[in-house]
């Protein structure tokens, strides 16, 4: 019992750690490149940073505060949905972006495109080991899910609708086009790596092994993995002959290990391999339904 507590303990520790290194590298992004170079993003830190534009308060304060009152209506609203990760990453992320703030009073880059860029991708990658980890920053997710609430409305549709009324609104404070735009390729660049973050550990892949010795294969495979597959009865065409045909689905990771693994066996096998956009089950994700709309 001692040893599964302190595995469990550990677990959580790593877990933490993951998430203060993501908080760092979001807020390196913001703090460093999008916005000493005058650039306003998606999300609360985009509120924050018209705030700080317009009055000259600090951004971390300011987020702190807005998703202090968003997670207390929510809390109120939708129940105990937040965790202490995330209000954890509120609080380190705000302190954190004040910290940067005011050791990066320049942008690290002078081309603002580049700052975008960086910034985007920093902070993407930021939200997705954020997501990963069973944590967030708040902001406009709990925005989406107050309104998901009481409307039919994606949480995604809602993030983007907010995202681009805050950064359509940098117009109103630079008057500039350009400023805008850059605000979008921020979000854009963002959203492009969280996903890629997300998705490039879970990628997976389905395997359909034509085999001579489909018996041995199946079971180097089943040796070698540790998972499970499938016979499927099927013919051939040209050779007029029943046989047996092998499927496996593994993460793209492991994907070379089956093909070494049927070279050592069939050298002459007739492998297919292709991309599939999600698989739940044991030793892959569990299937976490939408938010539902409140009766």
């Known amino acids: 019992m001692g040893s599964v507590t302190k595995m469990g303990l550990l677990k959580e520790m790593r877990s933490y750690a993951v998430i203060t290194l993501s908080l760092t590298i979001g807020a390196l992004g913001w703090g460093a490149f999008i916005i000493p170079s005058d650039i306003v993003g998606g999300g609360v830190v985009g509120i924050a940073s ?43 992320f705000s302190g954190l972006l004040s910290f940067f703030q005011v050791y990066f009073p320049d942008p690290v880059v002078s081309e603002k495109f580049m700052a975008a860029i960086i910034g985007g991708g920093l902070s993407g990658a930021s939200i997705g080991l954020l997501f990963m980890n069973g944590s967030s920053t708040g902001g406009t997710e709990i925005i989406a899910m107050l309104v998901n609430k009481y409307r039919n409305v994606s949480p995604g549709r809602v993030m983007m609708m907010c995202d681009l009324i805050i950064i359509g609104s940098s117009y109103i404070i630079f008057r500039s086009l350009e400023t805008v735009v850059y605000g979008y390729v921020v979000m854009a660049v963002m959203s492009y790596v969280a996903d890629m973050v997300l998705t490039g550990s879970r990628q997976s892949v389905q395997i359909f092994i034509v085999s001579s010795k489909p ?81």
């Open 50 to 92: 018209i705030v700080y534009y317009v009055f000259n308060i600090s951004v971390g304060p300011v987020n702190l505060a807005v998703n202090a009152v968003l997670v207390l209506i929510a809390i109120q609203i939708l129940g105990k949905s937040f965790g202490v990760k995330t209000i954890y990453a509120i609080v380190v």
């Open 215 to 295: 018996q041995e294969v199946a079971d180097e495979l089943s040796k070698t993995l540790h998972r499970g597959l499938s016979f499927l009865d099927g013919r051939g065409y040209y050779s007029r002959r029943d046989r047996e045909f092998i499927v496996i689905i593994v993460r793209k990771s492991e994907s070379h290990i089956v093909l070494q693994t049927i070279k050592k066996i069939d050298p002459d096998a007739f492998v297919s391999v292709g991309n599939v956009m999600a698989v739940y089950g044991q030793g892959f994700d569990t299937y976490k339904p939408p938010l539902k709309a409140g009766k």
